[in-house]
DNA sequence: GCCATCACG
DNA sequence: ACGTACGTGATGGCA
Protein backbone atom coordinates (compact mmCIF):
# COMPACT_ATOMS: atom_id res chain seq x y z
CA UNK A 1 0.00 0.00 0.00
CA UNK A 2 0.96 3.24 -0.57
CA UNK A 3 2.33 5.75 1.93
CA UNK A 4 0.17 8.83 2.76
CA UNK A 5 -0.27 11.71 4.99
CA UNK A 6 -3.01 13.77 6.22
CA UNK A 7 -2.90 17.12 7.41
CA UNK A 8 -4.84 19.87 7.97
CA UNK A 9 -4.33 23.45 9.33
CA UNK A 10 -7.15 25.54 10.88
CA UNK A 11 -7.25 29.02 10.00
CA UNK A 12 -7.59 30.30 13.51
CA UNK A 13 -4.46 29.25 15.26
CA UNK A 14 -3.87 31.25 18.13
CA UNK A 15 -0.99 32.58 19.33
CA UNK A 16 -0.26 34.02 22.48
CA UNK A 17 3.21 36.02 23.14
CA UNK A 18 4.84 34.77 26.60
CA UNK A 19 5.95 37.84 28.17
CA UNK A 20 8.09 36.30 31.19
CA UNK A 21 11.55 36.69 29.56
CA UNK A 22 13.62 36.48 33.05
CA UNK A 23 17.27 35.85 32.23
CA UNK A 24 18.69 34.01 34.86
CA UNK A 25 22.24 32.74 33.38
CA UNK A 26 23.44 31.94 36.57
CA UNK A 27 26.46 29.52 36.53
CA UNK A 28 24.87 26.35 36.32
CA UNK A 29 27.52 24.32 37.76
CA UNK A 30 27.04 21.20 35.54
CA UNK A 31 25.58 19.11 38.51
CA UNK A 32 25.52 16.14 37.37
CA UNK A 33 23.88 14.57 34.47
CA UNK A 34 25.18 15.22 31.09
CA UNK A 35 23.34 14.11 27.84
CA UNK A 36 24.07 10.46 28.13
CA UNK A 37 23.43 9.93 31.83
CA UNK A 38 19.65 11.88 30.52
CA UNK A 39 18.69 9.03 27.87
CA UNK A 40 20.41 6.15 30.22
CA UNK A 41 17.74 7.74 32.88
CA UNK A 42 15.02 8.10 30.09
CA UNK A 43 15.41 4.33 28.80
CA UNK A 44 14.89 3.32 32.08
CA UNK A 45 12.05 5.07 32.67
CA UNK A 46 10.65 3.74 29.18
CA UNK A 47 10.84 0.17 30.53
CA UNK A 48 9.15 1.09 34.06
CA UNK A 49 6.15 3.06 32.15
CA UNK A 50 3.94 -0.39 31.92
CA UNK A 51 -0.03 0.42 32.27
CA UNK A 52 -0.91 -1.68 35.00
CA UNK A 53 -4.58 -2.65 33.45
CA UNK A 54 -3.86 -3.29 30.03
CA UNK A 55 -1.15 -2.47 27.39
CA UNK A 56 -1.28 0.55 25.91
CA UNK A 57 -3.31 1.28 22.51
CA UNK A 58 -0.77 1.76 19.49
CA UNK A 59 2.29 2.93 20.11
CA UNK A 60 3.85 5.10 18.29
CA UNK A 61 6.39 2.91 16.29
CA UNK A 62 3.67 0.79 15.48
CA UNK A 63 1.99 3.57 14.41
CA UNK A 64 5.06 4.39 12.23
CA UNK A 65 4.77 0.85 10.35
CA UNK A 66 1.87 1.82 9.41
CA UNK A 67 0.69 3.48 5.77
CA UNK A 68 0.76 6.83 6.74
CA UNK A 69 -1.72 9.27 4.86
CA UNK A 70 -2.83 13.39 5.07
CA UNK A 71 -5.10 15.31 5.07
CA UNK A 72 -5.29 18.99 5.20
CA UNK A 73 -8.94 20.96 5.92
CA UNK A 74 -9.55 24.30 6.10
CA UNK A 75 -12.50 25.34 8.65
CA UNK A 76 -14.16 28.33 7.46
CA UNK A 77 -16.71 30.24 9.57
CA UNK A 78 -17.37 26.53 11.59
CA UNK A 79 -17.07 24.84 8.66
CA UNK A 80 -14.24 22.98 6.95
CA UNK A 81 -14.10 24.33 3.50
CA UNK A 82 -11.80 21.74 1.65
CA UNK A 83 -9.52 19.28 2.61
CA UNK A 84 -6.59 18.11 1.26
CA UNK A 85 -4.59 15.15 0.91
CA UNK A 86 -0.87 14.81 0.63
CA UNK A 87 1.04 11.66 0.55
CA UNK A 88 3.72 10.18 -1.29
CA UNK A 89 1.38 8.77 -3.81
CA UNK A 90 -1.96 10.44 -3.50
CA UNK A 91 -2.68 13.85 -3.68
CA UNK A 92 -6.17 15.71 -3.50
CA UNK A 93 -7.80 18.56 -2.75
CA UNK A 94 -11.66 18.54 -2.85
CA UNK A 95 -14.60 20.40 -0.91
CA UNK A 96 -16.22 17.25 -0.19
CA UNK A 97 -15.16 15.40 2.84
CA UNK A 98 -16.95 12.40 1.73
CA UNK A 99 -14.35 11.75 -0.44
CA UNK A 100 -11.54 11.01 2.13
CA UNK A 101 -14.23 9.44 4.03
CA UNK A 102 -12.78 5.30 4.10
CA UNK A 103 -9.67 7.45 4.69
CA UNK A 104 -10.71 8.74 7.76
CA UNK A 105 -11.75 5.76 8.84
CA UNK A 106 -9.15 3.37 8.07
CA UNK A 107 -6.86 2.23 11.19
CA UNK A 108 -4.17 1.29 8.76
CA UNK A 109 -3.51 4.40 7.72
CA UNK A 110 -2.26 7.02 9.75
CA UNK A 111 -3.70 10.26 9.10
CA UNK A 112 -1.40 13.42 10.75
CA UNK A 113 -2.91 16.62 11.52
CA UNK A 114 -1.54 19.77 12.55
CA UNK A 115 -3.67 20.62 15.50
CA UNK A 116 -5.72 17.23 15.37
CA UNK A 117 -7.79 17.73 18.06
CA UNK A 118 -9.84 21.04 16.46
CA UNK A 119 -10.13 18.68 13.04
CA UNK A 120 -11.21 15.69 14.70
CA UNK A 121 -13.18 17.32 16.31
CA UNK A 122 -15.03 19.04 13.58
CA UNK A 123 -14.73 15.67 11.38
CA UNK A 124 -16.28 13.33 14.32
CA UNK A 125 -19.03 16.13 14.93
CA UNK A 126 -20.16 16.17 11.26
CA UNK A 127 -20.44 12.06 11.65
CA UNK A 128 -17.02 11.34 10.25
CA UNK A 129 -15.16 8.63 11.97
CA UNK A 130 -11.08 8.85 12.36
CA UNK A 131 -8.75 6.62 13.66
CA UNK A 132 -5.45 6.17 13.36
CA UNK A 133 -4.25 9.53 13.64
CA UNK A 134 -1.31 11.97 14.82
CA UNK A 135 -0.80 15.78 15.42
CA UNK A 136 1.87 17.60 14.13
CA UNK A 137 1.21 20.55 17.04
CA UNK A 138 1.70 18.03 19.45
CA UNK A 139 4.65 16.87 18.63
CA UNK A 140 6.02 20.40 17.74
CA UNK A 141 5.35 21.23 21.09
CA UNK A 142 7.28 18.17 22.70
CA UNK A 143 10.31 19.16 20.60
CA UNK A 144 10.66 22.85 21.54
CA UNK A 145 8.85 22.47 25.52
CA UNK A 146 7.07 25.39 24.55
CA UNK A 147 3.10 24.55 24.67
CA UNK A 148 2.39 27.68 22.86
CA UNK A 149 5.19 29.50 21.23
CA UNK A 150 6.47 28.70 18.15
CA UNK A 151 4.67 25.69 17.52
CA UNK A 152 1.86 27.15 14.60
CA UNK A 153 2.08 25.24 10.99
CA UNK A 154 3.41 28.53 9.32
CA UNK A 155 6.79 28.85 11.75
CA UNK A 156 7.67 25.67 11.47
CA UNK A 157 7.50 25.30 7.90
CA UNK A 158 9.56 28.60 7.89
CA UNK A 159 11.97 26.70 10.38
CA UNK A 160 12.03 23.14 10.13
CA UNK A 161 11.38 23.35 5.54
CA UNK A 162 12.52 26.91 5.11
CA UNK A 163 9.35 26.93 3.00
CA UNK A 164 7.21 30.43 2.89
CA UNK A 165 3.11 29.23 3.77
CA UNK A 166 0.68 31.88 2.99
CA UNK A 167 -1.81 31.95 5.29
CA UNK A 168 -3.74 34.89 3.85
CA UNK A 169 -5.44 32.97 2.16
CA UNK A 170 -6.97 31.18 4.87
CA UNK A 171 -8.65 34.48 5.65
CA UNK A 172 -12.60 34.05 4.99
CA UNK A 173 -12.84 36.57 2.72
CA UNK A 174 -10.87 34.58 0.36
CA UNK A 175 -13.21 31.72 0.01
CA UNK A 176 -15.61 33.38 -1.29
CA UNK A 177 -17.13 31.52 -4.48
CA UNK A 178 -15.47 29.06 -6.05
CA UNK A 179 -13.01 26.83 -5.53
CA UNK A 180 -10.21 27.71 -7.91
CA UNK A 181 -6.60 26.19 -8.69
CA UNK A 182 -4.94 28.88 -6.45
CA UNK A 183 -6.88 27.74 -4.13
CA UNK A 184 -6.51 23.88 -4.33
CA UNK A 185 -2.73 25.09 -4.54
CA UNK A 186 -2.12 26.59 -1.49
CA UNK A 187 -4.27 24.01 0.30
CA UNK A 188 -2.09 21.06 -1.09
CA UNK A 189 0.83 23.51 0.34
CA UNK A 190 -0.15 23.26 3.58
CA UNK A 191 -0.69 19.04 3.07
CA UNK A 192 2.45 18.57 1.99
CA UNK A 193 4.66 20.94 4.72
CA UNK A 194 2.88 18.99 7.39
CA UNK A 195 3.80 15.78 5.69
CA UNK A 196 7.71 16.53 5.74
CA UNK A 197 7.25 18.26 9.06
CA UNK A 198 5.92 14.80 10.60
CA UNK A 199 8.90 12.96 8.75
CA UNK A 200 10.91 15.32 10.33
CA UNK A 201 9.71 15.45 13.44
CA UNK A 202 8.78 11.89 14.09
CA UNK A 203 12.83 11.29 13.62
CA UNK A 204 13.87 14.01 15.99
CA UNK A 205 11.27 12.80 18.18
CA UNK A 206 12.87 9.00 18.36
CA UNK A 207 16.30 10.70 18.72
CA UNK A 208 15.79 12.31 21.55
CA UNK A 209 14.04 9.45 23.34
CA UNK A 210 10.68 11.39 23.39
CA UNK A 211 8.65 8.75 21.91
CA UNK A 212 7.08 7.65 25.55
CA UNK A 213 6.14 11.22 25.95
CA UNK A 214 4.33 11.63 22.57
CA UNK A 215 2.55 8.13 22.51
CA UNK A 216 1.74 9.08 26.36
CA UNK A 217 0.12 12.41 24.44
CA UNK A 218 -1.74 11.21 21.35
CA UNK A 219 -3.31 8.16 23.42
CA UNK A 220 -4.93 10.78 25.71
CA UNK A 221 -5.83 13.14 22.71
CA UNK A 222 -9.30 11.42 22.21
CA UNK A 223 -10.34 12.37 25.65
CA UNK A 224 -10.08 15.89 25.11
CA UNK A 225 -12.15 15.46 21.63
CA UNK A 226 -14.42 14.04 23.71
CA UNK A 227 -14.95 16.91 25.62
CA UNK A 228 -15.19 18.99 23.19
CA UNK A 229 -18.19 17.35 21.83
CA UNK A 230 -19.70 16.07 25.02
CA UNK A 231 -20.04 19.21 26.76
CA UNK A 232 -21.72 19.64 29.86
CA UNK A 233 -25.28 20.41 30.96
CA UNK A 234 -25.68 23.73 32.91
CA UNK A 235 -29.15 25.13 34.01
CA UNK A 236 -29.14 28.33 33.86
CA UNK A 237 -32.13 28.84 34.82
CA UNK A 238 -31.08 28.17 38.56
CA UNK A 239 -27.78 30.10 38.68
CA UNK A 240 -29.84 33.15 37.11
CA UNK A 241 -32.05 33.24 40.13
CA UNK A 242 -28.58 33.04 42.50
CA UNK A 243 -26.88 35.63 40.07
CA UNK A 244 -30.06 38.17 40.63
CA UNK A 245 -30.02 37.90 44.28
CA UNK A 246 -26.23 39.17 43.58
CA UNK A 247 -27.31 42.01 41.03
CA UNK A 248 -29.71 43.18 43.77
CA UNK A 249 -26.94 43.35 46.67
CA UNK A 250 -24.25 44.36 44.10
CA UNK A 251 -26.71 47.70 43.52
CA UNK A 252 -27.25 48.18 47.11
CA UNK A 253 -23.73 47.94 48.03
CA UNK A 254 -22.63 50.47 45.36
CA UNK A 255 -24.73 53.02 46.71
CA UNK A 256 -23.62 52.62 49.95
CA UNK A 257 -19.84 52.47 49.13
CA UNK A 258 -20.12 55.52 46.98
CA UNK A 259 -22.20 57.59 49.97
CA UNK A 260 -19.74 56.09 52.70
CA UNK A 261 -16.51 58.00 50.71
CA UNK A 262 -18.45 60.50 49.15
CA UNK A 263 -17.91 59.54 45.71
CA UNK A 264 -21.14 59.63 43.85
CA UNK A 265 -19.63 58.32 40.90
CA UNK A 266 -16.80 56.32 42.26
CA UNK A 267 -16.39 53.26 39.73
CA UNK A 268 -15.50 50.79 42.41
CA UNK A 269 -14.25 48.12 39.24
CA UNK A 270 -11.28 50.69 39.47
CA UNK A 271 -8.08 50.16 41.21
CA UNK A 272 -7.16 53.22 40.52
CA UNK A 273 -10.22 55.41 41.66
CA UNK A 274 -11.02 52.30 44.62
CA UNK A 275 -6.97 53.25 46.04
CA UNK A 276 -7.07 56.97 46.03
CA UNK A 277 -10.94 56.67 47.48
CA UNK A 278 -9.65 54.59 50.03
CA UNK A 279 -6.38 56.78 50.78
CA UNK A 280 -8.86 59.70 50.87
CA UNK A 281 -10.67 58.20 53.74
CA UNK A 282 -8.15 57.52 55.78
CA UNK A 283 -7.27 53.73 55.11
CA UNK A 284 -3.78 53.51 54.01
CA UNK A 285 -3.97 50.50 51.21
CA UNK A 286 -1.24 49.35 49.23
CA UNK A 287 -3.74 48.03 46.11
CA UNK A 288 -7.07 46.45 46.20
CA UNK A 289 -6.44 43.16 46.24
CA UNK A 290 -8.47 41.08 48.22
CA UNK A 291 -5.78 39.85 50.46
CA UNK A 292 -4.58 43.63 50.85
CA UNK A 293 -7.95 44.83 51.98
CA UNK A 294 -8.59 41.94 54.31
CA UNK A 295 -5.92 43.30 56.92
CA UNK A 296 -8.53 46.09 57.07
CA UNK A 297 -11.61 44.35 57.47
CA UNK A 298 -11.77 44.22 61.13
CA UNK A 299 -10.92 47.93 61.28
CA UNK A 300 -13.10 49.37 58.59
CA UNK A 301 -16.67 48.24 57.53
CA UNK A 302 -16.45 49.74 54.24
CA UNK A 303 -13.82 47.57 53.30
CA UNK A 304 -16.17 44.72 54.10
CA UNK A 305 -18.79 46.02 51.80
CA UNK A 306 -15.94 46.28 49.14
CA UNK A 307 -14.77 43.27 49.71
CA UNK A 308 -18.20 41.64 49.15
CA UNK A 309 -18.75 43.61 46.05
CA UNK A 310 -15.72 42.45 44.39
CA UNK A 311 -16.95 39.02 44.98
CA UNK A 312 -20.25 39.82 43.62
CA UNK A 313 -18.91 41.69 40.89
CA UNK A 314 -16.76 38.87 39.90
CA UNK A 315 -19.13 36.11 39.95
CA UNK A 316 -21.36 38.52 37.74
CA UNK A 317 -19.03 39.96 35.40
CA UNK A 318 -17.37 36.52 34.29
CA UNK A 319 -20.11 33.73 34.59
CA UNK A 320 -23.26 35.96 34.21
CA UNK A 321 -24.65 36.80 30.60
CA UNK A 322 -21.02 35.91 29.64
CA UNK A 323 -21.89 32.25 30.55
CA UNK A 324 -25.44 32.19 29.38
CA UNK A 325 -24.09 33.56 25.60
CA UNK A 326 -21.85 30.10 25.54
CA UNK A 327 -24.67 27.80 25.96
CA UNK A 328 -25.55 25.93 23.10
CA UNK A 329 -28.70 25.01 21.51
CA UNK A 330 -28.95 22.03 23.83
CA UNK A 331 -28.26 23.25 27.24
CA UNK A 332 -24.75 22.51 26.94
CA UNK A 333 -21.26 24.26 27.70
CA UNK A 334 -18.89 23.60 25.25
CA UNK A 335 -15.50 24.57 25.77
CA UNK A 336 -12.25 24.50 23.63
CA UNK A 337 -9.75 21.77 25.35
CA UNK A 338 -6.39 21.94 24.33
CA UNK A 339 -4.55 18.28 25.46
CA UNK A 340 -0.74 20.47 25.64
CA UNK A 341 -2.40 23.96 27.12
CA UNK A 342 0.54 25.12 29.41
CA UNK A 343 4.45 24.17 29.17
CA UNK A 344 4.04 21.43 31.79
CA UNK A 345 1.88 20.16 29.52
CA UNK A 346 -1.54 20.68 31.65
CA UNK A 347 -4.64 20.57 29.84
CA UNK A 348 -6.61 23.84 29.63
CA UNK A 349 -10.15 24.72 28.60
CA UNK A 350 -11.35 28.19 27.19
CA UNK A 351 -14.54 29.59 25.88
CA UNK A 352 -15.72 28.94 28.20
CA UNK A 353 -12.74 27.81 30.35
CA UNK A 354 -14.74 24.80 32.28
CA UNK A 355 -11.53 24.22 34.46
CA UNK A 356 -12.30 27.28 36.51
CA UNK A 357 -15.55 27.24 37.21
CA UNK A 358 -16.51 28.97 40.89
CA UNK A 359 -17.54 26.35 43.26
CA UNK A 360 -20.83 28.09 44.00
CA UNK A 361 -22.12 27.38 40.29
CA UNK A 362 -21.39 23.59 40.38
CA UNK A 363 -24.37 22.94 41.46
CA UNK A 364 -26.01 23.93 37.82
CA UNK A 365 -24.19 21.64 36.10
CA UNK A 366 -26.67 18.83 36.06
CA UNK A 367 -25.87 15.74 34.44
CA UNK A 368 -28.90 14.77 32.24
CA UNK A 369 -32.00 12.57 32.46
CA UNK A 370 -31.16 9.15 34.24
CA UNK A 371 -27.69 10.02 34.18
CA UNK A 372 -25.14 11.00 36.95
CA UNK A 373 -22.07 12.70 37.50
CA UNK A 374 -18.82 10.76 39.22
CA UNK A 375 -16.47 13.09 40.45
CA UNK A 376 -12.66 11.88 41.50
CA UNK A 377 -9.79 13.49 42.24
CA UNK A 378 -6.48 12.65 43.62
CA UNK A 379 -5.82 13.18 47.26
CA UNK A 380 -2.52 15.43 47.57
CA UNK A 381 -1.37 13.88 44.41
CA UNK A 382 1.79 16.82 44.11
CA UNK A 383 2.50 16.07 47.42
CA UNK A 384 3.53 12.59 46.79
CA UNK A 385 4.86 13.08 43.45
CA UNK A 386 7.56 15.28 45.61
CA UNK A 387 7.67 12.14 48.09
CA UNK A 388 8.62 10.32 44.71
CA UNK A 389 10.57 12.30 43.19
CA UNK A 390 12.93 13.67 46.31
CA UNK A 391 12.66 9.82 48.10
CA UNK A 392 12.36 11.64 51.09
CA UNK A 393 12.39 10.04 54.01
CA UNK A 394 9.77 11.78 56.43
CA UNK A 395 7.56 12.40 52.84
CA UNK A 396 7.93 8.80 52.13
CA UNK A 397 7.29 7.30 55.46
CA UNK A 398 4.21 9.60 55.68
CA UNK A 399 2.33 8.47 52.67
CA UNK A 400 2.97 5.16 52.96
CA UNK A 401 1.77 4.81 56.40
CA UNK A 402 -1.03 7.00 55.38
CA UNK A 403 -0.44 9.76 57.90
CA UNK A 404 -1.81 13.14 57.74
CA UNK A 405 0.76 15.26 56.25
CA UNK A 406 -0.25 18.36 57.36
CA UNK A 407 -1.28 17.40 60.69
CA UNK A 408 2.87 16.02 60.79
CA UNK A 409 4.15 19.11 59.23
CA UNK A 410 1.83 21.63 62.11
CA UNK A 411 3.18 19.05 64.79
CA UNK A 412 6.78 19.32 63.79
CA UNK A 413 7.16 22.57 63.23
CA UNK A 414 4.83 23.88 66.57
CA UNK A 415 7.01 21.52 68.44
CA UNK A 416 4.19 19.19 69.70
CA UNK A 417 4.69 15.77 71.06
CA UNK A 418 3.24 13.11 69.35
CA UNK A 419 0.13 12.53 71.68
CA UNK A 420 -0.78 16.36 72.10
CA UNK A 421 -3.40 17.12 69.74
CA UNK A 422 -3.33 19.83 66.88
CA UNK A 423 -5.67 22.21 66.70
CA UNK A 424 -7.33 22.78 63.40
CA UNK A 425 -5.81 26.67 62.81
CA UNK A 426 -2.50 24.75 63.09
CA UNK A 427 -3.36 21.99 60.26
CA UNK A 428 -3.93 25.05 58.54
CA UNK A 429 -0.92 26.51 58.68
CA UNK A 430 0.90 22.79 58.31
CA UNK A 431 -1.26 22.78 54.99
CA UNK A 432 -0.02 26.15 53.94
CA UNK A 433 3.60 25.32 54.90
CA UNK A 434 3.05 22.13 52.78
CA UNK A 435 2.06 23.58 49.43
CA UNK A 436 4.02 26.77 49.34
CA UNK A 437 7.34 25.61 50.42
CA UNK A 438 7.31 22.75 47.55
CA UNK A 439 7.44 25.51 45.27
CA UNK A 440 10.40 27.74 47.05
CA UNK A 441 7.97 29.57 48.60
CA UNK A 442 10.31 32.64 50.54
CA UNK A 443 9.57 33.65 54.36
CA UNK A 444 7.73 36.83 53.14
CA UNK A 445 5.16 34.43 50.63
CA UNK A 446 5.06 32.28 53.63
CA UNK A 447 3.88 35.38 56.15
CA UNK A 448 1.79 36.60 53.37
CA UNK A 449 -0.08 33.35 52.81
CA UNK A 450 -0.48 32.24 56.25
CA UNK A 451 -1.89 35.92 57.49
CA UNK A 452 -4.12 36.02 54.59
CA UNK A 453 -5.45 32.74 55.95
CA UNK A 454 -5.35 33.96 59.39
CA UNK A 455 -7.22 36.20 62.17
CA UNK A 456 -4.00 36.66 63.99
CA UNK A 457 -1.16 37.59 61.92
CA UNK A 458 2.20 36.07 62.48
CA UNK A 459 5.38 38.39 62.16
CA UNK A 460 8.42 37.64 59.48
CA UNK A 461 10.66 36.15 61.67
CA UNK A 462 8.32 33.62 62.55
CA UNK A 463 7.57 32.35 59.09
CA UNK A 464 11.20 32.09 58.77
CA UNK A 465 10.91 29.85 62.05
CA UNK A 466 8.32 27.89 60.13
CA UNK A 467 10.42 27.79 56.83
CA UNK A 468 13.59 26.16 58.21
CA UNK A 469 11.78 23.64 60.94
CA UNK A 470 10.14 22.60 57.78
CA UNK A 471 13.32 22.15 55.85
CA UNK A 472 14.83 20.39 59.06
CA UNK A 473 12.05 17.84 58.73
CA UNK A 474 11.93 17.45 55.03
CA UNK A 475 15.88 17.29 54.04
CA UNK A 476 15.45 15.39 50.83
CA UNK A 477 13.29 18.34 49.84
CA UNK A 478 15.88 21.11 50.70
CA UNK A 479 18.41 18.93 48.74
CA UNK A 480 15.92 18.49 45.86
CA UNK A 481 15.50 22.26 45.45
CA UNK A 482 19.01 22.45 45.58
CA UNK A 483 19.81 19.92 42.93
CA UNK A 484 17.03 21.83 40.77
CA UNK A 485 18.60 25.57 40.72
CA UNK A 486 22.08 24.00 39.73
CA UNK A 487 20.59 21.15 37.73
CA UNK A 488 21.76 21.48 33.54
CA UNK A 489 18.93 18.83 33.42
CA UNK A 490 15.71 18.33 35.21
CA UNK A 491 13.15 15.31 33.93
CA UNK A 492 9.61 14.08 35.02
CA UNK A 493 8.73 10.73 36.13
CA UNK A 494 7.07 10.26 32.96
CA UNK A 495 10.46 10.45 30.38
CA UNK A 496 10.08 14.65 29.30
CA UNK A 497 12.54 16.99 30.42
CA UNK A 498 14.63 20.11 29.65
CA UNK A 499 18.15 20.43 29.18
CA UNK A 500 20.38 22.58 27.08
CA UNK A 501 20.58 21.99 23.62
CA UNK A 502 17.04 20.12 23.36
CA UNK A 503 15.04 22.46 25.44
CA UNK A 504 15.16 25.72 27.20
CA UNK A 505 15.26 25.30 30.97
CA UNK A 506 12.63 26.55 33.22
CA UNK A 507 14.03 30.16 33.81
CA UNK A 508 13.81 30.83 37.58
CA UNK A 509 14.52 28.51 40.65
CA UNK A 510 11.13 28.30 41.58
CA UNK A 511 10.02 27.13 38.40
CA UNK A 512 12.56 24.51 38.22
CA UNK A 513 11.17 23.38 41.46
CA UNK A 514 7.56 23.27 40.15
CA UNK A 515 7.74 21.97 36.46
CA UNK A 516 8.89 18.08 37.63
CA UNK A 517 6.08 17.80 40.03
CA UNK A 518 3.07 19.74 37.59
CA UNK A 519 4.21 18.08 34.54
CA UNK A 520 4.66 14.35 36.11
CA UNK A 521 1.13 15.00 37.59
CA UNK A 522 -0.15 15.85 34.15
CA UNK A 523 1.53 12.83 32.93
CA UNK A 524 0.13 10.72 35.14
CA UNK A 525 -3.61 11.96 34.40
CA UNK A 526 -2.93 11.30 31.28
CA UNK A 527 -2.18 7.59 31.52
CA UNK A 528 -4.91 7.54 33.55
CA UNK A 529 -7.35 8.75 30.76
CA UNK A 530 -5.91 6.31 28.30
CA UNK A 531 -6.74 3.46 30.58
CA UNK A 532 -10.18 5.01 30.92
CA UNK A 533 -10.18 5.29 26.99
CA UNK A 534 -9.77 1.93 26.58
CA UNK A 535 -11.76 -0.53 28.26
CA UNK A 536 -14.70 2.23 29.40
CA UNK A 537 -18.16 1.33 28.15
CA UNK A 538 -19.36 3.76 25.45
CA UNK A 539 -22.36 5.07 28.01
CA UNK A 540 -19.23 6.24 30.22
CA UNK A 541 -18.54 9.67 29.18
CA UNK A 542 -16.06 12.66 29.87
CA UNK A 543 -18.24 15.43 31.11
CA UNK A 544 -14.76 17.64 32.61
CA UNK A 545 -10.45 17.28 33.71
CA UNK A 546 -9.46 19.86 36.37
CA UNK A 547 -5.74 18.33 36.09
CA UNK A 548 -6.36 16.54 39.17
CA UNK A 549 -10.20 15.73 38.65
CA UNK A 550 -12.28 13.41 36.40
CA UNK A 551 -15.52 14.03 35.83
CA UNK A 552 -18.14 11.69 34.56
CA UNK A 553 -21.61 11.13 32.96
CA UNK A 554 -22.77 8.04 33.03
CA UNK A 555 -26.50 6.23 33.25
CA UNK A 556 -27.44 5.79 36.75
CA UNK A 557 -27.66 1.89 36.94
CA UNK A 558 -23.92 2.00 36.15
CA UNK A 559 -22.66 4.21 38.67
CA UNK A 560 -20.98 1.94 41.16
CA UNK A 561 -19.28 0.10 38.25
CA UNK A 562 -17.89 2.81 36.48
CA UNK A 563 -17.00 4.38 39.91
CA UNK A 564 -14.55 1.23 40.58
CA UNK A 565 -13.44 1.75 37.02
CA UNK A 566 -12.78 5.39 37.31
CA UNK A 567 -11.13 4.74 40.17
CA UNK A 568 -9.26 1.77 38.73
CA UNK A 569 -7.69 3.51 36.06
CA UNK A 570 -6.88 6.98 37.74
CA UNK A 571 -4.67 4.74 40.62
CA UNK A 572 -3.28 2.38 37.39
CA UNK A 573 -2.47 5.51 35.49
CA UNK A 574 -0.88 7.70 38.06
CA UNK A 575 0.78 4.42 38.85
CA UNK A 576 2.85 4.16 35.74
CA UNK A 577 4.58 7.20 36.96
CA UNK A 578 4.68 7.21 40.62
CA UNK A 579 5.69 3.79 41.77
CA UNK A 580 6.84 4.02 45.22
CA UNK A 581 4.39 6.37 46.98
CA UNK A 582 0.47 4.72 47.50
CA UNK A 583 -1.96 6.81 45.74
CA UNK A 584 -5.58 7.86 46.72
CA UNK A 585 -8.38 8.90 45.07
CA UNK A 586 -11.57 10.35 46.30
CA UNK A 587 -14.65 9.45 44.57
CA UNK A 588 -18.00 10.77 44.82
CA UNK A 589 -21.35 10.53 42.51
CA UNK A 590 -24.28 13.16 42.48
CA UNK A 591 -26.89 14.55 39.84
CA UNK A 592 -24.66 17.93 39.67
CA UNK A 593 -20.82 18.40 39.69
CA UNK A 594 -19.98 17.75 43.76
CA UNK A 595 -17.31 19.19 44.85
C1' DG B 1 -2.29 45.86 24.45
C1' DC B 2 -0.99 45.87 29.20
C1' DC B 3 -2.10 45.76 34.09
C1' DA B 4 -4.48 44.33 38.18
C1' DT B 5 -7.57 41.28 39.82
C1' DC B 6 -9.64 36.81 40.77
C1' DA B 7 -11.81 32.20 39.27
C1' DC B 8 -9.73 27.21 39.18
C1' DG B 9 -6.03 23.36 40.19
C1' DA C 1 18.69 31.24 44.39
C1' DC C 2 14.98 34.28 43.00
C1' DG C 3 12.50 38.43 43.98
C1' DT C 4 9.41 37.23 46.66
C1' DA C 5 4.79 30.07 45.36
C1' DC C 6 3.60 27.51 40.34
C1' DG C 7 0.35 26.88 36.15
C1' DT C 8 -3.78 28.71 33.54
C1' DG C 9 -8.27 31.92 31.46
C1' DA C 10 -11.30 35.94 31.78
C1' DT C 11 -12.63 40.50 33.03
C1' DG C 12 -12.70 45.72 33.23
C1' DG C 13 -10.01 49.79 33.35
C1' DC C 14 -6.84 52.51 31.22
C1' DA C 15 -3.56 54.56 27.84
Avoid at 225 to 248: A, P, R
Avoid at 352 to 365: A, E, R
Avoid at 404 to 430: C, Q, W, Y
Avoid at 524 to 550: M, N, Y
Amino acid sequence: MDSLAIVKTNYNVELIESKIILTRKKELTSSTKNIATAIAQISRHKKNTVHVLEKPKKTYKDILAMDIETTHATPLLGEIKVISVYGKDLQLVTEDVNEVRHLLNDTEVLKVFHNASFDVTWLRTHGFSVKSYTDTLVMSQILNNHAKKGNSLKEIAKTKLGVDLNKAYQHADNWVGELTEEHKKYALMDAKATYEVFLKFSKAISEKHLDIVLDREINAMDAIIELNMNGIQFDYTGWESELKDMEVESTQLLETLRSTLSLPTLNLQSPIQVKAALHEFGIPVEGTADEVLAKFEDQFAVIKELRRYKKLRKQLNSYGEKLKNAIDSDGRLRGNWKLCGTDTFRMTCKEPNLQGMPGISKPYFKARDGHTFIVADYSTIELRILAEITQDKELVQAFQSGEDLHNKTAAFVFGKGSSEPISSTERKVGKIINFGLVYGMTKWGLQKKINAALDHPIELYEAEAFRSRYFELYQGVLAYQDEMIRSDFILTLGGRYWTEGHCMLPKGAIARFNYPIQSSCAEGLKESLTLFLQDRKQTWQLAAVVHDEIVLEVPDSEVKEASQFLKDCMIGGMGCIVKQIPIEVDINHAKYWVK
